[in-house]
């Protein structure tokens, strides 16, 4: 099965193995490709561990799964990936609407491990004339809009 998060790799040999700490991110790049197959699964404890220290609330944990799980996550379009910051559009369709999560986020080295820090939402929202992120290979205005 190809990796959740949109690389034509097989999961566990992926992100898999980076959230079953079979071996690390080595780029802030796979360390945010991760999170999202987390999203996917609804793995909220390892998106909180795989957070800044100073910034995990366990209790984020509960949250971060009903949210995902409470959605049906489409398909990751990375958008930039350079030094210590990657952009990003999740899609995910809630209540039978298309939704778009936009963010670039920043990531550090702590204790020799990828961790992210933070990052900057944007308003964005599906275009009419982008393809439509459920896969159809129709544009989003003929499709699900």
């Known amino acids: 099965m190809n990796c959740t998060c949109g690389n034509n790799k097989i999961y566990d040999e992926c992100c898999g193995a980076i ?9 802030p790049e796979e360390l945010m490709r991760s999170r999202y197959s987390a999203y996917v699964s609804g793995n909220g404890r390892y998106l909180v561990l795989s957070t800044l220290k ?13 949210f995902s799980n409470s959605v049906e996550w489409l398909k990751l379009d990375v958008l930039q990936s350079r030094d210590t ?8 369709r809630e209540s039978n609407s298309i939704k778009l999560l936009h963010e670039r986020s920043n ?39």
């Open 85 to 92: 910051q990657v952009e990003f559009k999740a899609y995910y």
């Open 54 to 66: 100073e910034n995990q609330h366990v209790d984020d944990i509960e949250i971060i799964e009903e």
């Open 107 to 145: 990531f550090i080295l702590e204790d020799g491990i990828w961790v992210y820090v933070d990052g900057k939402l944007f308003s964005s929202k599906v275009e009419r004339n982008e393809n439509c992120p459920c896969g159809s290979g129709k544009k989003f205005k003929k499709c699900c809009a």
């Open 19 to 27: 959230i079953d700490a079979k071996k690390r991110a080595s780029t």
